[in-house]
């Protein structure tokens, strides 16, 4: 059994505000039909105005209820063409037929109340011209209806000879018994015709009847069911009342004002204008909750199942026989007995009608027989169609790669079906986000380009792939419409195209759409076509989709057991794991870029590893900076599971003033013999932001996602994927690609964790050992320096005790100096020690310490202790410090730390050699410092001692034996303090003699 068929384009004024209208104007033509249908009942009855009144009320309600009827049917068909909800011409030509037979009507009752102004009250006049022509516009406009059989000359061939055959039982019956008793009266041409007249009012009747019992019988679509209602009941009145009126003028007993007459045909006229009206507002409320409810299953296609089907369409079969055969076996009946029993005028009109019918079936028979040439001729193209989609079914299935199937799917409509252009719009992401992505894969054969494009966010597109059902599109009226899709209709000259759906097992995957240039619709064959073609390419689709998601599911099984792999064959280090993480993830999630960052401190990400696929080799790790803690990047560590992370190209480029680094193809396919070296040629590169130099690739979506250890993060891994300019090929990444990154960093976060535990256990380790040898250090620098004080305090100490009484008191005096000096020498030596045990149990300075300290008063506060020795030494001190320059620091901290490197400075170099103090600002990648440099004019120290320069207990090998004694803890001391108060100490020297020593301060500036 075949469905309804019936098309309708929803335009953009099909609103909720919209929807209250029609409700509101049939409200109005409900009240309205009540109202004149009440009232000429009352009129009647009472018999208001008298005789006359009542002929003249009786006319001018005919003209008043046809015209009301003809203006509302005028209407529908006026909205079913230019309205929100636009339906098929064939629908439009139904409703205007209706608005035509009403229109008749009231001519024919204007003409008629003309008449009988002037006093010609006769029966028939020239009204019942246009009376007469009311029955075929509206058996017409029935026949034009939807239904579920298409409209065939065959059925009006069927309906016609029923119609003749129950008219010559009615004939042989009724008005031909009663011809034949007023045919004494019958005396001329106007009798005759009189006759005719009245005889062809029961004839319109009968078919007009079988035409409504036809439609109502192949009705299905339960839209219509209270516009058919009504339209069904005016039916029924309008044959009543013609009923009853050829009755009463057969026997003389009508008059106007007639109860079973004319309110009837008043009641019949309103209805069947009403009946426009009530389906229009079905179809308007029907296309705005399709519109509404864009849901996967809200347009899949109610089928009847099969067997009930064929139920239907076979007792369908037997009751339009019944009223095919019976009637004309019944006329044929009726014709023999007539011959045999009458010889009258009823018997041979009964003839004449059996001829004609005859005639009729005859020519029905030829139109069958043509018909069924037909139906094989189709069947052969059906035939011939199936074995064309199955080749090209066969050949799809052949291709395994998504993307070259899509395109080889629009290619296939473009030139094996012979359309003009096509677009495929498929749908991504649904269970993942609210407005999925849609891709958009077009082709016309005015063009080779096969574009493609991706669009998520709420649009036309999207209302169009989930609509689930056919839907003809006129471009220009739809405003949601992306420009790129707008311009390339433009540009092919596309105005109109048909869509339907693409549903897979009561999924919707998305919509195909096609066009013909040729024609202004396409045909039901080419639609028939269409939904072929996209039912099997639907499985082709969904089938390709599922393999390759298996493929994906293997590739990071393979992924995951490569990484085991290498864990368990060897202990590596977490850089040497985390480019074999950021290989392999890039290869699973066909990322070209791929970052492992490393959390160095709670406040930067430190790139441990930079891969890219296409040269399948690491990037230097100085062409990427470092995350700081105020960027998004480092924000999403802490979100614990991965964050996709748009990155908008042509605005950050623009508000940076950075150009595009890209790489050229034909270097892009010699993949390993090509090193990126275009960023390195400027230094301005390590100043930019990870997002602006992602941007600079052409990358535009990045998932960031954190390693986590026991729920802190450790690390961050990055994958981005670059798009240039006409590459189509790639997608960015979407919500889809989460939860295999998530997967993957779950697996990959163990050999990581595990091999930076490795790294912490080498280092633990290695701190052991070198606290063994600071201990032994210790031990010999405490022996040696220690030693020199206590042997000079009691070597003093014993001359006094046993000289005491014979050395003068100056010489006592001296040498109880001398003692108290190796005293205070042996102070600060133990302060120093006890200094470095407290920084290491205290672990710094406690935040609330720092404040903003002048750097100026902090320089002069150090040459105020240390002028005395620099007079003494006949030293030239320099000073440089920018004017209001304040740093962040703990004030006493920062005198000590400056105090120690001043007296280091005068000690390792000759007297009279100067000493320089300076200070200035620095920007290092947007953060501002303060630089403090004391340098001197000593012998320096050599680059390959300078590591070891701020360690504890370290003294040069030169300086272990010279007359200047430390401790080897005062820069350990100072790099601990300059570092607890967020800043870095450092030294630049080249160990030549005579050039000296700089160290560097560094501080965070205050403002």
């Known amino acids: 059994m075949s469905k309804i068929s019936m098309r309708s384009i929803t335009g953009n004024k099909l609103t909720r505000v919209y929807l209250e209208r029609p409700a509101r104007d049939n409200y109005v033509a409900i009240v309205l039909t009540v109202t004149i ?79 009988i102004s002037q006093g010609y009250n006769t029966f028939p006049d020239f009204g019942d011209i246009f009376f007469n022509l009311f029955y075929p516009f509206a058996s017409l406009a029935i026949l034009l209806m939807p239904s579920s059989i298409r409209f065939r000359k065959r059925i009006c061939l069927d309906i016609l000879t029923a119609t003749l055959s129950l008219l010559g039982a009615w004939w042989f019956f009724m008005i031909g018994p009663m011809l034949l008793s007023e045919s004494a009266n019958l005396h001329n041409s106007v009798d005759l015709l009189l006759a005719a007249v009245r005889l062809g009012y029961f004839f319109w009747d009968i078919l007009l009847g079988l035409t409504a019992i036809l439609f109502f019988l192949h009705q299905r679509r339960q839209t219509f069911s209270p516009a058919l209602l009504l339209l069904g009941v005016a039916l029924l009145l309008k044959i009543f009342g013609d009923l009853v009126f050829g009755y009463s003028t057969i026997f003389h007993v009508y008059h106007p004002g007639m109860l079973l007459v004319d309110p009837v045909r008043y009641a019949s006229y309103l209805l069947m204008g009403l009946a426009g009206l009530y389906q229009y507002a079905g179809l308007a409320r029907k296309q705005y909750t399709d519109l509404m409810n864009t849901l996967p299953n809200a347009g899949g296609n109610a089928l009847t199942p099969m067997q009930s089907g064929i139920r239907q369409s076979f007792l369908e079969r037997r009751i339009f026989g019944l009223l095919i055969h019976l009637p004309m076996t019944l006329l044929l009946v009726l014709t023999v007995c007539g011959e045999i029993v009458r010889h009258d005028l009823t018997s041979t009109g009964l003839v004449i009608l059996t001829a004609v019918v005859g005639v009729l079936m005859t020519a029905r028979y030829m139109l069958a027989n043509y018909e069924n040439e037909v139906l094989l001729l189709e069947r052969e193209q059906r035939h011939h169609e199936s074995e064309q989609l199955r080749h090209l079914m066969t050949q799809l299935t052949e291709i395994l790669n998504e993307e070259h199937l899509r395109k080889r799917i629009v290619s296939m409509v473009i030139g094996e079906l012979d359309f003009d252009a096509v677009m495929l719009l498929l749908l991504e992401d649904m269970q993942l986000t609210e407005h999925p992505e849609i891709q958009v894969y077009v082709a016309a054969k005015s063009s080779t380009e096969r574009p493609n494009w991706g669009f998520q966010g709420e649009n ?27 311009l390339w209709c433009q540009e092919q000259n596309i105005s109109t195209m048909v869509f339907v759906s693409l549903t897979y097992q009561g999924r919707v995957l998305g ?5 013909r240039r040729s024609k202004a619709h396409l045909s039901r064959h080419d639609v028939s076509l269409l939904m072929k073609y996209a039912e099997q390419v639907t499985a082709v689709i969904e089938h390709a989709h599922l393999y390759n998601e298996a493929r994906e599911h293997e590739k990071f099984s393979r992924a995951m057991a490569t990484i085991a792999t290498r864990l368990n064959a060897a202990v590596v280090e977490p850089a040497e794991i985390g480019l074999v993480i950021c290989k392999e993830g890039a290869n699973i999630l066909h990322a070209d870029y791929a970052f492992l960052y490393r959390a160095s401190d709670g ?46 190209q042509e605005d950050l480029m623009q508000k940076q003033g950075i150009q595009y680094l890209t790489l050229p193809k034909t270097e892009l396919s010699t993949r390993k013999s090509v090193k990126l070296t275009s960023a390195r040629n400027t230094g301005a590169y390590s100043t930019l932001s990870l997002r602006v130099r992602l941007a600079q690739y052409y990358i535009q979506t990045v998932i960031l996602a954190p390693i986590v250890s026991q729920s802190e993060p450790i690390g961050l891994l990055i994958f981005a994927r670059s798009q240039p300019p006409g590459v189509t090929d790639k997608r960015p990444f979407t919500n889809a690609d989460l939860p295999q990154t998530q997967d993957f960093v779950e697996q990959a976060a163990v050999p990581f964790i595990n091999a930076q535990l490795y790294q912490d256990l080498q280092m633990a380790h290695q701190r052991l050992q070198e606290l063994d040898q600071l201990k032994d250090q210790f031990m010999v620098t405490a022996s040696h320096e220690l030693r020199t004080p206590l042997t000079a305090v009691q070597g003093y100490i014993e001359l006094l005790a046993q000289f005491d009484e014979q050395l003068p008191g100056e010489q006592r005096r001296d040498f109880l100096q001398k003692a108290r000096r190796g005293c205070d020498e042996l102070v600060v030596l133990l302060g120093n020690v006890m200094d470095a045990s407290r920084l290491e149990i205290e672990a710094g300075i406690r935040p609330a310490l720092l404040k903003r300290v002048s750097l100026q008063e902090t320089v002069e506060s150090i040459m105020m202790l240390i002028e005395p020795q620099v007079k003494q030494e006949q030293r030239e001190v ?103 108060m967020g800043g870095k100490i450092w030294i630049e020297s080249k160990g030549i003699a005579g050039e000296g020593s700089t160290f560097h301060i560094r501080l965070p500036a205050a403002m």
Not at 916 to 931: H, K, L, N, P, R
């Open 511 to 515: 919509s195909l759409g096609v066009m």
């Open 460 to 486: 036309f597109l999207e209302q169009l792939a989930f609509s689930g059902k056919v839907h003809e599109i006129d471009w220009e009226d739809q405003l949601q419409v992306p420009p790129e899709i707008r």
């Open 603 to 648: 406040r930067h990400l430190k790139p441990l590893a930079a891969y890219m696929r296409d040269l399948d080799s690491p990037l230097p790790l100085e062409e990427w900076p470092v995350i700081h803690s105020y960027e998004y990047e480092a924000q999403a560590l802490h979100a614990l599971q991965p964050v996709l992370l748009h990155i908008p």
């Open 878 to 980: 320099y000073i440089h410090i920018q004017p209001r320059l304040f740093a962040i620091a703990d004030p006493p901290r920062l005198r000590q730390v400056l105090m120690n490197i001043s007296v280091n400075a005068l000690k390792y170099s000759r007297p009279q050699t100067p000493v320089a103090f300076s200070a200035y600002t620095m920007v290092d990648q947007d953060e501002s410092f303060v630089v403090i440099s004391i340098s001197d004019k000593g012998k320096g120290i050599a680059p390959h001692d300078q590591i070891h320069l701020f360690q504890r207990f370290v003294r040069l090998e030169s300086d272990v034996n010279s007359p200047v004694r430390g401790s080897g803890l005062g820069l350990y001391i100072s790099r601990r303090l300059i570092e607890a």
């Open 37 to 115: 249908v009440i009232f000429s009942i009352f009129w009647l009855v009472f018999n208001i105005g008298s005789d006359s009144g009542t002929i003249l009320y009786t006319q001018a309600m005919y003209g008043i209820a046809a015209f009301l009827g003809a203006f509302w049917a005028f209407r529908t068909a006026y909205m079913a063409c230019y309205g929100p909800v636009r339906l098929e011409r064939q629908h439009q030509l139904a409703w205007l037929l209706i608005g035509l037979a009403l229109s008749t009507n009231l001519c024919g009752r204007i003409l008629h109340l003309v008449m």
